[in-house]
Each structure stands twice: as structure tokens, then as C-alpha cells.
């Protein structure tokens, strides 16, 4: 590969503003590739960094400023995202987690692809943490966490012959307790319908800290409608709750848009290539010729949580595939359950994911040839009733 | 009226900075007027947007990174707006609402106009509200809500050859609770001694939410002294609290300065106009020859407070002219007695007032007695003690 | 003296942001000093101010942005400050003071010196204070108060041929409660070793308000190392806890850094000069080439810790020398014990400390006979156990 431009954006070192910049392709290149980073202006969204990376056909918008979320994206007629009622991405310094019982986050709830981690995940709670005295204490857990409302404190671009490739650096550290470091990267081919997303989660420190990390990856219409199908090969799937239970017969398919319906999540137990453990799950359009497609390996991600939202399009009609290293409960269960991973001191833990935009029914049937004959290799129970196995 | 000048000031979609402009009369233009932006920097004010508006007679400064709240303002002799411990306009960045048992939203209290809601506002207070999986959780609201404290995503000016009118637009939005947007038109005549602000707040999603708004206007030195006084017509009356209470008989009435002095409260249900509905209330000085005129319709402000403050000047030397959607007890108590708004998705409220600077006895004395005769047509009970129906 | 520049970096009158500049002495000046003022940006540390000060011999970085601290030094091979989780200063808008129970704090925590307080410092606790009524109201106070995260609102830089001195304004001020500020001047001669910290607290309100004051002033490698030493002319010494009482026969003697060291500390009421109450405390490396030297009154800082936390480097090997008005626990203990200052309205408070890096044997032997003859005048208890007259 040749190297066409290798250059930071952000640079903690250097005192640098954050570097706006439009590249492009030359003219007659095999792929009509740009990136263009600026910085947005007004209300909540003052200040936050945006990477818009467009590899010729995928297009996506990074948001550094939101610990390297991807705001939006579309790939030739799909749309990669969902409309929230909250309407611009919003500056960190706006947010208050604590907000409300611990759902603030949800003040800034409106990307496509948002990190949910990576001290703790899931479900606000009360969990008990280590003063700087070693006493233990109670302190309430936010929803979801920190990272998507970090700013990343590197951020560096790398266009080569054949690919674009961006990289970021977030911590979420404190002294007296987790100091965790997550670097990124996102990588897509030029001319590709796909992107690849490598983290590495690094204890900064020398005691043991917990992790948990759930990628929400949201989208809405045109992937969402009616009569859309989540396809998925799993050995079981369960309700997360009595609400999410109403739905379970129709749990892989979706409804048009109903005011007030309140959400529903079911958490799978996915199957998956034996060895590398490599699976795919899929959104697909009602006609069949629009989905996306995650893969990833369930070494990386062993739990998986399908979350549906078909509510009114003006509170957000949005469906959520969420590959995780645990199920979003307050993290206290899943601790109890043996599925929070602890990182030892200097300890890193590097994760792939790859997202996929198909459009034409041909691929699309591929990828449902291929679920179908994981699916083949185990029972698939889907469970009437939550499980307390997946939650609580 | 032909427009000399129509521009953003700031548009989330330009991607550029707040306009920074000075604009002004021509020479021999029959008003003097003048419009200049800027930002303001250094400590808690790094970053606050200001757009100063002088119509030739009336000058004030409009905060959009505060919900669009007016600063300060004079007319010709007359200070509109207070001197706040608080010395410098803060950016919401650095503010907690949640801080000190809720009491956050007074480390940035400093304005002369300031909005309070649009959600909820009035004293902290537990309230039920919904979680994301419709579930009730009680959580706590804190002083006066969040308007002021969100910055303004969209602002612009326009002016005619009759006038000057600022506009912009707040957004108090989250997934899974309300999503309400404000827009404020603040207008001005040229070489007028008024402005009118008209502000809709729209529910932007498809769910019923509820709805605040308290404009909490303050006065001190000029038009607060000992031997101003508060008029207004009402048929009734009450102090808030027993310290309240205890001023009843002088509750139209200010005194000197005075170190140590505990707020006091008049909660008032105020005669109109028939049919429209029309009010005016007014805090004029010792001499009667400087005053402030609100007028608004009890159909968008049914409920008004009187809030003096007559502490130190070191202190806050101030006295608040509140007219609301209701009183601003705890959400929870306004919902007891009926009076807090909920607008259906989609739904918006329009409101109008108009703020006047009077210096001549002689249209002081006008006001006087227009409100006189609104205070005819009622009995006007002054009620020695706090009622129940007034607050909790 | 002669003063070659005098000039304003923050203004907030002026409206210009933060002045970026670079001065340096003259070519053949007796002292090669130099002052550069710049902006860090990516990450927490987007918009932190910083001032760097070089006398010719000294080099220490200021911090406007949170409350004039003081991020990091040197002098020759000697090393102010020490290594933190948290590797940016961190913007205070970024900071949620009431996180993680009270220590959110900790996420900003890694300068070499920063202020506690200026109304409450030390360790989380409920406290009593009063709401806008007059009423008492318990809140929690957070982990060693405010004035760490707040940014200066005036900055301004005066070099004479004998000395650099910066001076900046902080605002710890709210309506309906206390309403300080703080004013800080640093001074360091040309050519010199030494920087002198004069600070005033002034009560802005006219009801008395409560100050608490505190520098946490911290050290890592080199001059912390196994074999280093605090030495300091004492009355009395205790451990704060059990934990610090387990180290108590080493109390002023440090270790190499031990992964899951808890940390130690230990207060003293210290002996001084007859009349002036001056003292000295000093910390030295193993080999007594190296050290840095504290001297105030204790007319100013009565009360002083000394905090050992050897733990691993990756987790924050540093310890801390705390000159303070009273001792780091909760105010209310504090308050109890009679040791927490009020500030009439309007009075106020000014304190100056000396901080020394000494590089020769010579002037370190020195210091030490120094402080063994302040020792010589009082019996110098070392108590095993807490005492509650320290701590709670």
C-alpha cells in the first residue's frame, strides 16, 4: 500500500487547534474517496469534532469530540443512523450523567454507533467502588457509562492506495480508581460497502479494573419499517423483561411506527463458527434489498442484545444491534453472573467489528445463507419469559 | 417596513462561529439604533455569546448562550437588570444544576430577564417522571429547570426600518422524556421605550409532556429603593411562606437595603382585561418619575409572583417580577392544583409580553391609573397568611 | 525595579480571548527568563489556559483554567509534580465535582500544586448550609471543594529586572450563598530557586461565609524515591486512620513505589518562630542532593498534612505536602473542632507560603539545622494511634 497522506488532527502535544481539512482523491483515481473534518457551532453541539470519511461509496461521520462515536452514515440509498429527538450531537460539557436518576445520557443520545463502556455499561445502579482510603463505598452507576461523552484526546488520519484510516485515543482515567485508555480505529476500503472497527482497551494503572463495553448501533428508516426482519443465528434468545415478553413471538420483525409503544430488548446467546468463534447478525429492509450486517467474534463480544423502539418518529423510531462483552444490566449482575471482565494492571484487550451496508437482494440472501447454516449447527430456543441467566 | 438587514447570527448547520457584527444607523436615520454581537471570555464566561440590541432609546444585551435571557438593559436614566454576587455571565458548561440539593441554577443567576421551566421549574423538589422502559421513577427537579442553562442552537437578527428583532431557538431535548423546543422573538421599535417577546415552545415529540415557564424579570438599583413600590391590580393576594407573612402589610412596598434580610414571596391571582385578558403590573420608584411596565394576558401567564430581595447590595439587592404558567412551587404541587400545562405531541404554545422603561411622572401616573381601574372591577383580598391554593 | 512588561492575558472586560504570548529576557541579561502563555487543546484539556514561567533557574506552568494552579515544575534536575492517572490537565467543564459519590474531583486531579476550598475542602460530607429562604438544608460537599475547577476570570502579567509575577482573579461565588473570591499572586525572582504564593480570600457578600483552605502540593519522582524523607519541627504528629497508624514508625521516612499501597497520612501541629509562627517543612531524596522546601506562617496555615501514597508509579506515586487552615476532613467535623475560619462581609484574608528547590547538599543540610532547631523548642510527640482532636 501507498501511503497518500498520514497526519493528526488532534494532537495533545502540540497545542494545535483540531486540523480542519478537506482531501480528496485525484482525479481519474479508482475511488472518489474525501475526508473533511470541521467543527460544529451552536447550542449543545458547540465545539464537537466531526471526520467525515467518504471511501468512494460508504460514507460515515466521526465525532472525536464524542469518544469516536460515528454520528451517521449512508452507503448508496441506506441510511446508517436514526432521527432522536435530540437533534445536534452534544458537547460533553453540556452533559450531566447523573441527570435524572442516572439516564443523562440520554441528553445526548443520537448517534448511529455509540461506545457504551468501559468501566460500566448498561442499566444505572447502585455498585459498590473503592474510596481513596481502600474503604468501600456505594455510588450510583449511569446508564451506559462515560465514553460517549469523552472527547478524544488524539485523533489522526492515514489515506493509503487502497483504504482510509482513522485513529483516536480517549481516556476515561481518574486517580483512586478505573484509568482505562481506549484507542481506535476505524478502517474502510476504498470503494468498499464496509468498515472495521479495532479497540483496544488498556489499563493504564497497576491494580485490576473491571471493563464492560456494548456497541449500540442504531438505525432507523430506511433500514426500519415495516416488515423489516433482525436475522441472527443464536442458540437462545430471551426477553429482557415482562414488557419485552408481549413481543417475543414477533421478536425478529418490526412494525411501523406506533405512538407510545414502549421499548423492547431481547439478549441472545449467539451462535458461531467453531475456532474463531466468528458470527454475522443483519438488519434487512421489508424488501429485502437494504441491510446492514455486523460480524464479529464472540470472543470479542460473547452477548449480543437486539433492542426495539418502534415508537412515533418523533420520539426516535429506532432499532438497536448491540454486540457486547456483557448483557446492559446494571453492572452488580453481571458481576454476579461472571461476565464482567477484569483487566489486569497494563493489561489490553483489543476487540474487530465490521460493518457492512449491502444493497442488493443477491448479497443480502448470501448473508442469510450463511446465518442460516450457523443457525443450523444449534437448537435455537427462544424463551418466552426473561431468563434470570440474561437478567435481572 | 423595508428591511435594512436580515443575517444569522448562528446557524447549526453553517458550521460557522458566532457572527460577530456591528451594525448601525445611517447617518441622519431617524433612530440612533445599533446592534453589535460578541463573545465573552475569560473564567465562567468563556464563551458566552452576547448580542447587544440599542434601538436608539432601549439598549440591552441578549445571553443566546443562556436561553436566549437578557443580560441587562437601560433606558436613558433607568437600569434594567441588578447587581448578582455572581459578577460575570456563566457558560452552562460550567454549571450543575444538580449541585448544592438542586440549588445549581444560582451560580449562574445574574440576569436581568431569565426564563425559568420549559420542562419544569420552581423550588427543588422529588417529582415522578417516566424511565425509558415506562416505568416511574422518582427523581429529584432542581431550582427553576434547565432553559436558562442550555445554549441557543439557532439565533438571528433582522432589521427593518421600524424595527429590530432578534430570534433564536433552544432546544430542551432528550430520548425517552420530553423533547421541547423554545423559540424567542425578541422585537424592539426603533426609538421605542418597550420590546415584546414573543416565545413559542413546541412539543417536538408524539407523547403528551408537561410544560413550565416562569419569566423571572429582577430589578435593583435604580428602580428599586426604598419607597418604590409594586403595583398591580389583582383579586388576590398571598404571602408564600410565614417569613412571607411577616411583610404582608408593606408587601407592595421596598425598603433600603438590609443585611441579612430573608426573602419574601407575594403569590398573586391578577385582574384583567375581559375577553383578552390583558394585564399590566409595574415597580415604579420613590419619586415616580422611573418605572417598569410588564403587560401580558393572564391566557399565557395566569399566574404571577412578587419576589423581594431587599438584602445587602453585596448580597443581591433585588426584587422579581414573575409572570408564569403558575407558581413556582414544586412541579409535583402545581400538578395537585391543576396548573401545570401538558402539550400533546406536536403541539405548540405561543405567549407574548411586553416589558416598558417609563420616565416621566406623567406616563407613570397613567399606568397608575389604567391599573386602577383594572383593580375596580375586582375586590382585591390581601390575605395575611400563606393559602394553601396559592402554595404548599 | 524596573518593569520591562506589564499587560493583561485575561481580561473580561476586554473581550479578547486569552493572550497568547511569548517574552524572554533581553540577549546579555543577567537572568535568561522567559514567559510563553498557550491554549491546550484535544480531549479534557480542550481550552485549558496555561502560563509558563521560566526565571532563569525555575520553570513552573501555571493554570488559569483551573482556579491558578500550578501544573508542573522543574529547577535543574529537581522535578515538581508527579505522574497521574489523568494525563491532561482537565477543562473544569468537564468536571462533575458530585460524581462517584463525592470524588469526582479525582478526575482532575494531577497538578503539582492545587487549592482546596475556598468554602469547603478535604474529604466528602454531609454538611448544613442555608438555602435561599433562610432555611438549613443538608447537602453533601465534595471532595476538597471548587476552587481547583474554576477558571480564572482575570489573568495578568507584570516582569520587572528583578521578578516575573502573574496574578489571576477566581470567582467561588453564587447567589443566596457564599460569594468568594480568591486573588493570587506568584512572584519568583529572577534567577532565583524559590516562588512566593500570595493569596487573599475575600468575602464579596455581607453575611459571613466560611473559608477552608488547603495546598495540596505533591511530588512523585525524583525527589520522592525509596529513602526519602520529610522533615519538618513538630509538636505533635498522628495518623489520620488506622491504615496511616500502621505506618506510623516510618511516618516520615518513604518507600519504593508498592503496587496496591493505600494511602497514609498523618497530621501535625507544627512548631515555628516565636512571633512570626514562621516554619519550614522540607522533602528530600534519598541522597540529600534534592529537595523542596515549604515556609509559611502558621498565622496563615495552622494545620498541615503530609499524605504518602507510594503506590505504583502507574497508579499515581506521589506524595503531598498540605499547609492548610485546618485539617482535610469534613467541614463539619472541622467546624466542631473550631477550626474552620468566617470571613465577615466584605473582609479579607491574605496568606503568603515560599516554595524552594534546593540542589546542593550544602543548602539542604542547612535547612535541616533549621528545622531541628524549631524542633529543639518543642517535645515533638509522634502519637501510634488517630487522635480525634486530628481527625474524625
Known amino acids: 500500500m501507498k501511503t497518500l497522506h498520514k497526519l493528526p488532527l488532534l494532537d495533545p502535544e502540540s497545542g494545535d487547534d483540531f486540523q480542519h481539512i478537506f482531501l480528496e482523491a485525484d482525479e481519474g483515481a479508482a475511488a472518489d474517496w474525501s475526508v473533511q473534518s470541521y467543527t460544529l457551532r451552536g447550542g449543545l453541539q458547540e465545539g464537537v469534532q466531526v471526520v467525515e470519511i467518504h471511501n468512494g461509496k460508504l460514507h460515515f461521520a466521526v465525532l472525536p469530540t464524542r469518544g469516536m462515536g460515528i454520528w451517521k452514515g449512508e452507503c448508496g440509498e441506506i441510511t446508517l443512523g436514526w432521527d432522536s429527538p435530540v437533534k445536534d450531537p452534544v458537547n460533553p460539557a453540556f452533559i450531566n450523567l447523573e441527570e435524572r436518576g442516572g439516564l443523562g445520557w440520554l441528553k445526548g443520545f443520537n ?20 474510596d481513596y482510603s481502600g474503604n468501600s463505598m456505594d455510588v450510583p452507576l449511569t446508564l451506559h457509562g ?22 483516536g ?17 476505524i478502517r474502510t476500503d476504498l470503494g468498499s460497502d464496509a468498515m472495521t472497527i479495532t479497540d483496544t482497551v488498556t489499563n493504564l494503572g497497576q491494580n ?37 415478553a408481549e413481543g417475543i413471538k ?13 421499548e423492547q430488548a431481547y439478549l441472545y446467546d449467539l451462535a458461531a463458527k467453531r475456532g474463531s468463534r466468528e458470527t454475522a447478525v443483519m438488519l434487512r429492509n421489508a424488501a429485502g434489498n437494504q441491510a446492514s450486517v455486523l460480524r464479529f467474534s464472540l470472543k470479542d463480544f460473547p452477548c449480543f442484545t437486539q433492542w426495539k423502539n ?10 438497536g444491534l448491540e454486540p457486547a462483552t456483557n448483557y446492559p444490566n446494571p453492572r452488580r449482575f453481571e458481576r454476579e453472573k461472571g461476565r464482567v471482565i477484569t483487566l489486569k494492571g497494563g493489561e489490553s484487550r483489543n476487540t474487530t467489528l465490521t460493518i457492512e451496508a449491502l ?12 446465518i442460516r447454516q450457523l443457525q443450523k449447527t444449534v437448537k435455537g430456543i427462544v424463551d418466552p419469559e426473561p431468563l434470570g441467566k440474561f437478567s435481572g
Chains 1, 2, 3 share one sequence.
Open 111 to 130: 448517534e448511529w454507533f455509540v461506545r457504551c463502556g468501559i468501566n460500566s455499561m448498561g442499566a444505572p445502579g447502585i455498585d459498590t467502588v473503592t
Open 146 to 167: 462515560k465514553i460517549a461523552n469523552i472527547p478524544a484526546r488524539a485523533v489522526s488520519l492515514e489515506v493509503t492506495d487502497g483504504a482510509i484510516v482513522l485513529r
Open 169 to 185: 485515543e480517549v481516556d476515561e482515567t481518574m486517580m483512586f480508581g478505573p484509568a482505562l485508555r481506549l484507542n481506535v480505529e
Open 208 to 244: 485490576p479494573q473491571e471493563h464492560e463495553m456494548l456497541y449500540h448501533i442504531n438505525y432507523g428508516e430506511t433500514l426500519l419499517e415495516n416488515g423489516s426482519r433482525f436475522v441472527a443465528p443464536f442458540k437462545q434468545v430471551a426477553p429482557r423483561d415482562p414488557r419485552s
Open 250 to 262: 414477533t421478536f425478529d420483525r418490526y412494525g411501523d411506527p406506533q405512538a407510545g409503544f414502549v
Open 310 to 319: 418502534t415508537a412515533a418518529r418523533a420520539d426516535g423510531y429506532v432499532t
Open 359 to 370: 444493497d442488493t437482494k443477491k448479497a443480502i440472501s448470501e448473508v442469510e445463507k450463511e
